[in-house]
């Protein structure tokens, strides 16, 4: 229910249709065609103030499988499955997108430059990135250079999943280990010099330079270089997002 109840409130990572603006930011959430103008006059209005606009897009799990549009389409082919044929769950959410699969992939890229045509959307940050394929975030870097112009439409995400994926054997997935795999101008976030900063956020006892930790030469060093070189994990400094 979009009409605006807070029961139904979420903050955007329960994707249903991928290609929809949410209806309850919309002053009549009932007819389409208002969602879809009041979204494009909200980002013309963000442009002339001098803002550009970056979305954040989870195309790595939709909000519903089995009664999801793409499930009912085609069983399966869009979700990644278990051994048992359950769903695979390296989002947390239960729902993991196979992207690795050409018309899944099509279907990602198709609808990222969808918006970015349409809606004129200036960048992208991809949540879970990590559970996404290496192949097609270049192809969709290499889109959209080619359509708008080298640099101009900003790319990068979050280098790691909420779980383990299952991808088809063979995947390189788009996380921090294959970082050197992708398209230099993709960026990604570096948790490396956070965690050296002030300790690591999956254990609230780990202690970084700030509270303690104390902070080696090398890793100083990396800090600098953004985790370019023998230790770290990215081609550029650009690509290193802190």
């Given at each position: 229910?979009?009409?605006?109840?807070?029961?139904?409130?979420?903050w955007?990572?329960?994707?249903?249709?991928?290609?929809?603006?949410?209806?309850?930011?919309?002053?009549?959430?009932?007819?389409?065609?208002?969602?879809?103008?009041?979204?494009?006059?909200?980002?013309?209005?963000?442009?002339?103030?001098?803002?550009?606009?970056?979305?954040?897009?989870?195309y790595?799990?939709?909000?519903?499988?089995?009664?999801?549009?793409?499930?009912?389409?085609?069983?399966?082919y869009?979700?990644?499955?278990?051994?048992?044929?359950?769903?695979?769950?390296?989002?947390?959410?239960?729902?993991?997108?196979?992207s690795?699969?050409?018309?899944?992939?099509?279907?990602i890229?198709?609808?990222?430059?969808?918006?970015?045509?349409?809606?004129?959307?200036?960048?992208?940050?991809?949540?879970?990135?990590?559970?996404?394929?290496?192949?097609?975030?270049?192809?969709?870097?290499q889109?959209?250079?080619?359509?708008?112009?080298?640099?101009e439409?900003l790319l990068?995400?979050?280098?790691?999943?909420?779980?383990?994926?299952?991808?088809?054997?063979?995947?390189?997935?788009?996380?921090k280990?294959?970082?050197?795999?992708?398209?230099?101008?993709?960026?990604?976030?570096?948790d490396?010099?956070?965690?050296?900063?002030?300790?690591s956020?999956m254990?609230e006892?780990?202690?970084?330079?700030?509270?303690?930790?104390?902070?080696?030469a090398?890793?100083?060093?990396?800090?600098?270089?953004?985790?370019v070189?023998?230790?770290?994990?990215?081609?550029?400094?650009?690509?290193?997002?802190t």
């Amino acid at each position: 229910d979009e009409a605006g109840e807070p029961a139904a409130f979420n903050w955007g990572y329960d994707p249903v249709n991928y290609n929809v603006p949410d209806g309850s930011y919309a002053s009549d959430a009932q007819h389409g065609e208002v969602r879809i103008r009041e979204m494009k006059e909200a980002v013309m209005a963000m442009h002339r103030s001098g803002f550009r606009v970056i979305m954040d897009v989870v195309y790595n799990h939709t909000y519903y499988l089995k009664e999801s549009c793409l499930f009912k389409t085609v069983p399966w082919y869009y979700y990644r499955q278990e051994q048992d044929g359950s769903a695979s769950n390296g989002s947390g959410c239960g729902s993991e997108i196979a992207s690795e699969r050409s018309m899944v992939s099509r279907y990602i890229l198709d609808s990222v430059m969808y918006w970015a045509e349409e809606y004129h959307i200036d960048g992208f940050r991809f949540d879970l990135m990590g559970m996404l394929d290496v192949p097609l975030m270049n192809r969709i870097q290499q889109a959209l250079d080619k359509r708008f112009g080298k640099g101009e439409k900003l790319l990068y995400g979050e280098p790691w999943a909420g779980g383990e994926c299952h991808p088809r054997p063979g995947t390189a997935l788009a996380h921090k280990g294959n970082m050197k795999q992708l398209d230099p101008a993709l960026g990604a976030f570096c948790d490396n010099t956070r965690d050296a900063v002030k300790g690591s956020v999956m254990d609230e006892m780990s202690c970084g330079f700030v509270n303690g930790g104390g902070l080696s030469a090398e890793k100083l060093a990396c800090c600098v270089r953004g985790w370019v070189g023998d230790w770290g994990d990215f081609t550029a400094p650009s690509q290193t997002i802190t």
